[in-house]
């Protein structure tokens, strides 16, 4: 998505944005390890990387689903519902 090419494949198809939050995602995460872009201080590196993603994805996407506090099944429900 960071590349300019790649949002230009997706323009005029369905592209779904599943938004989570600073606290879910650090949740998610852990303690990064693993993940290279998380190295330090992994909460203030997942804020970071939110600020700067977040608005590629929303100006992407053509629905975007909240996920945080939500199972899997959830979200796919709401996601089906959306698009039918």
Known sequence: MLDPATRALLQGHTVVFLRVGLSE?????????GRPMLLGNVR????????????????AAT??????????????????????
Request: charged share 30%; net charge negative.
């Open 44 to 59: 203030s590196r997942i804020k970071a990387l939110l600020d700067e993603r977040t608005p590629i994805y929303e100006a």
């Open 25 to 33: 995602a650090v949740k998610r995460v852990g303690s990064g390890v």
């Open 63 to 84: 629905l975007a689903v909240d996920t945080d506090g939500r199972t899997p099944d959830e979200v796919a429900a709401e996601i089906q519902e959306q698009l039918a």
